[in-house]
């Protein structure tokens, strides 16, 4: 198939036209036209006819085509400079010309991200979508949600004011330890150029948020941050531990020392100043979650209606959860028959053992059923969670980028009970972890969830466009 600009133009229509009436209508008085049937001429008008619509298709569709070109500039030039302004995330994805870089959390630089950000807004809204293709018609809907939920959580959440988590999670160079896109030498001098960069975030984060803060953001940022000093100090020491070269460890050595410091003492500065003022005016209030919800996730009902559906689900999977206790025990309420249900699970040192051995039980039976295809051999490792994410995760999914190319490990982390907790505490985190909802939530997150959606679409031929968004 052509591309759209070798394709015929109106005016080559036209002019093809013109040359199929002359070769009936030919000035030359050829009179041999004149003894043809009727059937024959019919038959070569609407052979005529045919050769007409297939020249003229193509033509009508130049417009569409044009269009889904400026939208694909304006696209992957959005991509370009979100990913200049979140370079961790470039590397996320595969994309290693990002490597070493981290965001720039200063006022001037926040300024400069949200007129991107509305500069793009604009330019996207200037798109018709019935006059693009109709994959292109439902990119536009996405790209501008994504561009639409950044600009909310800039003007209307006011994140870098409001938020501290945002800068405790800046230190996330998980992705240089854990795959091994290039060599460790050169994957610890991006870390050196990263965690140089890591105090003056913190201090970024001191001079951008508000003097007073919504409490449960103020103690959870606290956890992060004092996660992500730990998972400096020690995971990633140990994991660029056979470096040779002396003067870069002795770099790294220092940067990392620094970096995880400021996280201390971040976590320290919010201990100190502000969770003894911290309120609990957090919530957006209905009015901007429905905004929020119009505008972010492209749904148009109103929060209440939402809430009604979900409490009728809510109704519809107790009364289906009391039916199932019947027939697991007739003699117990549903209550007890879940607590059952709960005690079943492994010991904090089985935890990740017992869930890799049922992955792979799981990944098994979806394969032997045939229920959907796993187009990669490559197995989704089973390890605990990282320190640093423990605070907001219970279980998660860890791809590599749709463009990494070296690196494919992908990760099935599990958040497990901590040394220093009561004991009480740990059974109470592991009765989440019993072996029915365990093997719930791994069928969600890995097969076939969302690991088997991320292997299908690094197996499509997308372009870079469609990967990225």
Not at 56 to 79: G, H, M, N
Not at 84 to 94: F, I, K
Not at 101 to 124: G, M
Not at 267 to 280: C, D, F, Q, T
Request: with cysteine; hydrophobic share 40%; glycine share 2%.
């Amino acid at each position: 198939m052509k591309n759209f600009w070798q394709r015929p133009t109106r005016s080559a229509v036209l002019v093809e036209s013109r040359k199929m009436s002359n070769r009936f209508l030919h000035p030359s008085g050829d009179r041999r036209l004149l003894v043809c049937s009727l059937r024959q001429l019919a038959a070569k008008r609407l052979s005529f006819g045919f050769i007409l619509l297939a020249l003229y298709l193509p033509a009508a569709v130049f417009a569409a085509q044009a269009e889904d070109a400026e939208y694909e500039s304006v696209a992957e030039e959005y991509i370009k400079t979100y990913l200049a302004a979140h370079p961790l995330q470039g590397t996320a994805l595969g994309l290693h010309e990002y490597d070493g870089k981290i965001t720039d959390y200063s006022r001037l630089a926040l300024d400069a991200e949200l007129s991107r950000l509305r500069r793009f807004d604009d330019r996207l809204a200037k798109f018709d979508p019935t006059k693009l293709s109709a994959r292109q018609s439902i990119d536009l809907r996405i790209l501008q949600a994504a561009v639409k939920r950044d600009l909310f959580e800039m003007q209307e959440m006011s994140i870098f004011e409001r938020n501290p988590m945002v800068y405790a999670r800046a230190a996330d160079v998980n992705v240089y330890i854990k795959r091994n896109f290039a060599p460790l030498e050169d994957r610890v001098r991006s870390l050196v150029a990263i965690e140089s960069q890591i105090p003056n975030i913190l201090i970024a984060a001191r001079t951008n948020l508000n003097e007073k803060l919504p409490k449960p953001f103020v103690e959870l940022a606290i956890q992060i941050a004092r996660g992500s000093a730990d998972f400096l100090k020690k995971d990633l020491v140990a994991a660029v531990g056979s470096v040779k070269d002396e003067q870069l460890r002795a770099a790294f050595q220092e940067a990392n020392r620094k970096a995880a410091n400021a996280l201390n003492d971040y976590a320290a500065w919010l201990e100190r100043e502000k969770l003894p003022k911290a309120s609990l005016d957090f919530a957006l209030g209905e009015e901007k979650f429905g905004r929020f919800l119009t505008q972010t996730e492209l749904v148009d009902l109103p929060p209440q209606k939402i809430l009604e559906i979900g409490l009728a689900q809510l109704k519809a999977e107790q009364d289906a959860f009391a039916e199932a206790a019947k027939k697991i025990d007739p003699n117990k309420s549903p209550i007890e028959v879940f607590k059952q249900i709960q005690s079943e699970h492994p010991t904090p040192d089985k935890l990740i053992p017992d869930v890799a051995k049922d992955l792979d039980k799981i990944r098994k039976y979806v394969l032997s059923h045939h229920l959907v295809n796993i187009p990669s051999d490559v197995r989704a490792k089973v390890k605990e969670t990282p320190q640093y994410l423990r605070a907001t995760s219970f279980a998660s999914m860890d791809t590599p980028g749709p463009f990494e190319k070296r690196a494919t490990e992908a990760y099935y982390y599990v958040t497990p009970t901590e040394h220093d907790w009561p004991e009480k505490q740990k059974q109470e985190w592991l009765t989440a972890f019993n072996y029915y909802t365990s093997d719930v939530v791994s069928i969600h997150e890995a097969y076939p969830g969302h690991y088997v959606q991320f292997l299908h679409l690094n197996a499509r031929p997308a372009q870079h466009l469609p990967k990225r968004t």
